[in-house]
């Protein structure tokens, strides 16, 4: 890869193949693809490395915010994201064993975008590499597995990655790298960052369902009862589910047997009776372990952790996807100018940490809350499980509705991406 003004050099013979670039970074997810394209947009060069071949896999994050439609629409993206399928929630609702109540009303919030958005991650993904790639400084390398760091005493100076086209492996150095790896994140591994975990008692099993016939499926919301928890998210043309379990409860619905667990959901939400036979096996549920952590340091010299790398969230809310991008939109806008003169310093990626720690601390707290209050009470309860105090005051005010809404929605904090500083090449889209 050669770029006006970055230098491309070679090792030894028989040595990696090296190269020289202003800013890598690992992960091609919605974290580092929106790093990317903020940066290039920014007119700073950046290399993005991804170890899949394209985007089209399996992905749960599928849900984007107000927060995240906002940022589209200030980088002229937001209309073509629309024109993706796309099904839209602007209600989510919570049913227990005394009734239905609402939750959130996503309607009451202002602006352009009062709803949340499911589309399918690779769809997104996709859009965003597409308007990267029409700035002279961004590059999408696929099939490009991140091993290692490379160090200059105790500065990070890039990273190893192995092509998975001819399973060499090759080097790149860069000013600035950044892990936007993932929770399993192999750079942070690597660096040695000291992590906090918080205990967790769930995992969640994912699967889908065709939307029953007659449009009788349920709308997006959770299903509460003694010892069962259920999410449903309506994707429009089928139904997203999530079944939250005590830890390795997968293995205790196996000795039970598919049919048991169909019959469960049936019970459960009785709308689901005629589909869940849809269900073939246990080979179509695939299984979340559920995860709340976080840094206690972001960076070291030459290195910035963002997105789950840095912070892995419980599906609670939906936010992570999200709760990313923001840590992309905000490491784009601070360090986009030190990084158009040089290396940005420590100080520099401490200010990322910074103004983002406290939207994290915050929505994990609030998802620690719900997973012992709610979530592990409810797993645990043998009694009916009937509505809180609070759901019933959100029913007697339904303009109080708007409250958890904005807290889901637009979170705390809304990041504002960098200027415009590199004029975008229209002719590439007609190559």
């Given at each position: 890869?050669?770029?006006?003004?970055?230098?491309?050099a070679?090792?030894a013979?028989?040595?990696?193949?090296?190269?020289?670039?202003?800013?890598?970074?690992?992960?091609g997810?919605?974290?580092?693809?929106?790093?990317?394209?903020?940066?290039?947009?920014?007119?700073?060069?950046?290399?993005?490395l991804?170890?899949?071949?394209?985007?089209?896999?399996?992905?749960?994050?599928?849900?984007?915010?107000?927060?995240?439609?906002?940022?589209?629409?200030?980088?002229?993206?937001?209309?073509?994201?629309?024109?993706?399928?796309?099904?839209?929630?602007?209600?989510?609702?919570?049913?227990?064993?005394?009734?239905?109540?609402?939750?959130?009303d996503?309607?009451?919030?202002?602006?352009?975008?009062?709803?949340?958005?499911?589309?399918?991650?690779?769809?997104?993904?996709?859009?965003?590499?597409?308007?990267?790639?029409r700035?002279?400084g961004?590059?999408l390398?696929?099939?490009?597995?991140?091993?290692?760091?490379?160090?200059?005493?105790?500065?990070?100076?890039?990273?190893?990655?192995?092509?998975?086209?001819?399973?060499?492996?090759?080097?790149?150095?860069?000013?600035?790298?950044?892990?936007?790896?993932?929770?399993?994140?192999?750079?942070?591994?690597?660096?040695?960052?000291?992590?906090?975990?918080?205990g967790?008692?769930?995992?969640?099993?994912?699967?889908?369902?065709?939307?029953?016939?007659?449009?009788a499926?349920?709308?997006?919301g959770?299903?509460?009862?003694?010892?069962?928890?259920?999410?449903?998210?309506?994707?429009?043309?089928?139904?997203q589910?999530?079944?939250?379990?005590?830890?390795?409860?997968?293995?205790?619905?196996?000795?039970?047997?598919?049919?048991?667990?169909?019959?469960?959901?049936?019970?459960?939400?009785?709308?689901?009776?005629?589909?869940?036979?849809?269900l073939?096996?246990?080979?179509?549920?695939?299984?979340?372990?559920?995860?709340?952590?976080?840094?206690?340091?972001?960076?070291?010299?030459?290195?910035?952790?963002?997105?789950?790398?840095?912070?892995?969230?419980?599906p609670?809310?939906?936010?992570?996807?999200?709760?990313?991008?923001?840590?992309?939109?905000?490491?784009?806008?601070?360090?986009?100018?030190?990084l158009?003169?040089?290396?940005?310093?420590?100080?520099?990626?401490?200010?990322?940490?910074?103004?983002?720690?406290?939207?994290?601390?915050?929505?994990?707290?609030?998802?620690?809350?719900?997973?012992?209050?709610?979530?592990?009470?409810?797993?645990?309860?043998?009694?009916?499980?009937?509505?809180p105090?609070?759901?019933r005051?959100?029913?007697?005010?339904?303009?109080?509705?708007?409250?958890?809404?904005?807290?889901?929605?637009?979170?705390?904090?809304?990041?504002?991406p960098?200027?415009?500083?590199v004029?975008?090449?229209?002719s590439?889209?007609?190559?």
């Amino acid at each position: 890869m050669q770029r006006s003004g970055e230098g491309t050099a070679r090792a030894a013979e028989g040595g990696p193949d090296v190269e020289d670039v202003r800013c890598v970074v690992a992960g091609g997810g919605p974290a580092g693809v929106v790093l990317g394209l903020l940066l290039a947009r920014a007119g700073v060069p950046v290399l993005v490395l991804e170890k899949h071949e394209d985007f089209l896999r399996d992905f749960r994050g599928d849900t984007v915010h107000p927060s995240t439609l906002r940022l589209l629409d200030e980088i002229g993206l937001a209309e073509e994201f629309l024109d993706l399928p796309h099904a839209r929630v602007r209600r989510a609702t919570a049913t227990t064993d005394d009734g239905t109540f609402a939750v959130a009303d996503f309607s009451r919030l202002p602006g352009r975008f009062p709803f949340l958005a499911l589309v399918p991650q690779w769809d997104f993904l996709d859009l965003l590499a597409s308007r990267a790639r029409r700035y002279p400084g961004f590059e999408l390398r696929t099939g490009a597995q991140v091993v290692g760091l490379l160090r200059e005493g105790e500065r990070v100076a890039g990273v190893r990655y192995r092509s998975g086209a001819d399973g060499a492996e090759r080097e790149v150095r860069a000013a600035l790298t950044v892990a936007a790896d993932g929770r399993g994140s192999v750079l942070r591994e690597a660096a040695g960052l000291p992590l906090r975990s918080f205990g967790v008692g769930v995992d969640v099993l994912w699967f889908r369902l065709p939307d029953p016939p007659g449009g009788a499926g349920p709308s997006t919301g959770v299903r509460l009862s003694a010892g069962r928890f259920l999410v449903v998210l309506d994707r429009g043309d089928y139904l997203q589910c999530a079944f939250v379990v005590p830890s390795g409860g997968l293995d205790g619905l196996r000795e039970r047997g598919v049919g048991e667990f169909r019959a469960d959901l049936a019970r459960l939400v009785p709308r689901l009776a005629p589909v869940v036979g849809e269900l073939a096996g246990f080979g179509d549920v695939h299984v979340l372990r559920v995860r709340i952590d976080r840094l206690r340091r972001w960076y070291r010299d030459g290195l910035l952790v963002i997105g789950d790398a840095a912070h892995a969230m419980s599906p609670v809310g939906g936010v992570g996807v999200n709760l990313a991008v923001q840590d992309a939109v905000a490491a784009a806008r601070l360090l986009a100018p030190p990084l158009r003169r040089g290396a940005p310093a420590s100080r520099d990626l401490a200010r990322v940490q910074r103004r983002r720690w406290l939207p994290v601390a915050l929505t994990q707290l609030a998802q620690r809350v719900a997973h012992r209050r709610v979530l592990e009470a409810s797993l645990a309860g043998e009694r009916p499980v009937r509505a809180p105090l609070a759901l019933r005051l959100l029913q007697r005010v339904p303009a109080l509705q708007v409250l958890p809404a904005a807290a889901i929605g637009l979170g705390v904090l809304p990041e504002h991406p960098p200027a415009e500083e590199v004029a975008l090449d229209t002719s590439a889209m007609y190559r």
